[in-house]
């Protein structure tokens, strides 16, 4: 098989990038997204990025994107593009590049390429989540991605982990993304994530580590891998407290040696993310189904 185009749709940059069917990322390009509510010109600036880098050998392309959005990514509305309100991405990537386009959601498409090239390869039940700007995750049990009734399958920012917490974007109260998203942290201290304390670093650690608890609790998973500038950033400290949390929280027999971990793939697990969204959509071999 050929390499396929891969397209990573953020609030603060579009990337694309060409993928291998082993998974190697090949070349890829950036452009930052446009700020304000010009659908066009958001669209205008992703296709820059992907003629920057695409030969014309790609024989599909697949798309990791905020949410939400309709099953397919039929009409998307990524909270952080507010030019974006239903819009039609699919058909129209489809039609200005004429290849096939298979879109999902960015975390569950990060769940896909750790579970094939990353830290969760070879496993068959894991948790994948970023924290970054916000929370995400995705989920692989039995050896499959879920989707769930509309596809938005494992939104662990929205598990409450602080009942009398702050109230999140979502309308809830104590969800983990508004307590321990770079947009939470920031709230909470006045500065930004990254110049936060270490105490404030183990706090979004164990509160992180707590909300996997329950996640590993309820679908019998021993792993979740972290990813995203927020967890990677903090590092050991981050990773020490949310291991030490969820060891306590999880406590049940089929639980106790549930380990959380950095995820594999670094800056390059959006991309091979989006290769994989296209190869799963298209029944090639990515090791997850
Ligand atoms: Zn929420």
New binding site residues.
Partial sequence: MDSVLAVDVGGTKMAAGIVSADGDLLARSARPTPKGDDAEAVFVALVDAIQEVRTGNEVSCGVGSGGPMTRGGASVSPLNIPGWRGFPLRDRLSDALGLPVHIDNDAKALALGEGWRGAARGERNFLAMVVSTGVGGGIVLDGRLLDGEDSNAG?I??V?VEPDGRV??????G????EASGTAIAARTGAPAAEASEEERQRAGRLVGRGVASVVSLLDLPLAVVAGSVALGYGDLFFEAAQHELSQRARIEFTSGARIAPAGLGDEGPLVGAAAVALRAEGHGIGVA
Avoid at 168 to 173: S, T, V, W, Y
Avoid at 175 to 178: G, H, I, N, Q, R
């Fill in positions: 939104h920012g929205h409450i999140c974007p979502c309308g809830a109260q969800c983990l993304e508004a």
